[in-house]
């Protein structure tokens, strides 16, 4: 008797535009700072997301406002896939008195819970047990929400990996991993790091399934996270998705990259998700070009005005260094 795969879900015209949208968005925000820091009108830490738009642009689309996200230092784009305003991530890079965290959390600390963007760890692989935590958390209440928690390669390569896969697995908590595989820990490239052909194939030594996407295509990607947080929000427990991708630019703004093939990365900007998407919405008839014009004037908009707001926004005064020590609401959102 022949096995059958189930038929992944399919975007919509809508929900492929507003993917198209929110990537715009992402590569606009990331070349701003990256130009800014460059020329010395910035100045911050940085590390780009440029090229893997299209897997937060995805996992923006398939997950709803109230479900939950955790995500690491390179997750600019993932934030503003989950809804947090570009003003108040640039506001937080820039340390700025008006920023969510009044400047103090920087890249690696972004947190919009309003948004459901819970946190951004600066520890590699510290975001997945927390990402169970939450889990649990959703499931003792009894809500029907989805926890996704966004990593790279290189945190594939922790214990805390191994330990929430584990414990996600036994709790059978609503908790969806989504591997960012930019094919580079830091410096070093994936086929150095682990034996196992693809990352996907470690769920099954947790008991979960595992799946593994095109990274650049934004509609493979949507299919497979909508598949496992479908699955997780309907009682399947944990799943485990794989996206392959590239990262353009160094692993902090101002590496040199000289560690990476240059042939490698030509190779992998000719693969540039954004315009590649844009032609396809084009060639399927799901927007004019006059419609894509549009949307890109506006998302231009958004990242100048959110620029001209922070730089201008005051600094944090001294006294800033008291607050948030300890929690000052028992009833903070979770």
């Known amino acids: 008797m ?43 830490v940085y590390w780009p997301h440029r090229g893997q738009e299209a897997v937060a642009a995805a996992l923006g689309v398939v997950l709803r406002s109230d479900d939950r996200l955790v995500t690491t230092y390179r997750g600019l784009h993932d934030h503003i896939g989950k809804g947090v305003p570009v003003e108040a991530i640039i506001g937080e890079l820039l340390g700025k008195e008006t920023a969510p965290g009044q400047g103090k959390g920087g890249t690696s600390h972004l947190a919009y819970p309003e948004a459901g963007a819970m946190l951004s760890t600066g520890i590699v692989g510290a975001g997945l047990p927390i990402a169970v935590g939450l889990g649990l958390a959703v499931r003792q209440q009894g809500l029907d929400r989805v926890v996704a928690v966004s990593f790279g390669d290189g945190a594939t390569n922790t214990g805390s990996f191994h330990e929430a896969m584990n414990m996600a697995a036994v ?125 890109e004037a506006a998302a231009a908009a958004v990242v100048d005005q959110a620029v001209k707001k922070c730089t201008a926004a005051p600094e944090p005064s001294p006294q800033r260094l008291r607050d948030h020590r300890y929690a000052d609401d028992h009833n903070m959102p979770v």
């Open 2 to 44: 022949a096995v059958t795969t189930p038929k992944r879900p399919v975007p919509a015209a809508e929900q492929q535009r507003r993917m198209y949208e929110l990537m715009t968005l992402m590569k606009l925000t990331d070349d701003r700072l990256a130009r800014g820091i460059g020329s010395g009108e910035f100045l911050s």
């Open 171 to 295: 709790l059978d908590v609503p908790v969806v991993f989504v591997c960012q595989n930019n094919l580079y820990g830091e410096k070093t490239p994936v086929e150095r790091t682990m034996k196992v052909a693809t990352v996907a194939e470690r769920a099954a030594a947790y008991g979960m399934p595992g799946l593994r996407v095109d990274g650049n295509d934004p509609d493979q990607v949507f299919g497979a996270l909508a598949e496992a947080v479908d699955r997780s929000r309907s009682g399947g427990g944990p799943m485990l998705v794989e996206c392959v991708t590239f990262r353009f630019r160094g692993h902090s703004y101002g590496d040199s990259q000289s560690y990476m093939p240059k042939e490698r990365l030509a190779a992998a900007q000719e693969r540039d998700p954004v315009p590649a998407y844009r032609q396809r919405l084009l060639d399927r008839g799901v927007c004019a070009e006059s419609d894509l014009a549009t949307l």
